[in-house]
């Protein structure tokens, strides 16, 4: 489930990609990108978190890591979004 969705996320992401590289000016291809890169910051995190936390074998699981990988991507990754899309505004710049 969580490979299916990933996939479907970045593929959606690529074909956004593709359509900004064709935008006619450097000024509307800036922001567009500028946009876009705040949402793939935060989910690169969030689903680079979740991999690394299910996508481990058995034998490599420790108790510990794995308290420590929910932890931040229930309570960190989330605070992290208000930051990470308030970069952009012009009045917090």
Do not use: D, W
Request: hydrophobic share 45%; net charge positive.
């Amino acid at each position: 489930i969580i490979v299916g969705t990933a996939l479907v996320v970045f593929i959606s992401y690529g074909y956004i990609i593709i359509k900004i590289i064709q935008m006619p000016s450097a000024e509307s291809r800036h922001k567009a990108f500028s946009t876009c890169s705040s949402h793939m910051v935060t989910i690169c995190l969030f689903f680079g978190t979740v991999f690394f936390m299910y996508a481990q074998p058995g034998a490599a699981a420790s108790p510990s890591k794995s308290n420590t990988i929910s932890i931040f991507y229930t309570v960190v990754i989330p605070m992290l979004n208000p930051f990470i899309y308030t970069l952009r505004n012009r009045e917090v710049k």
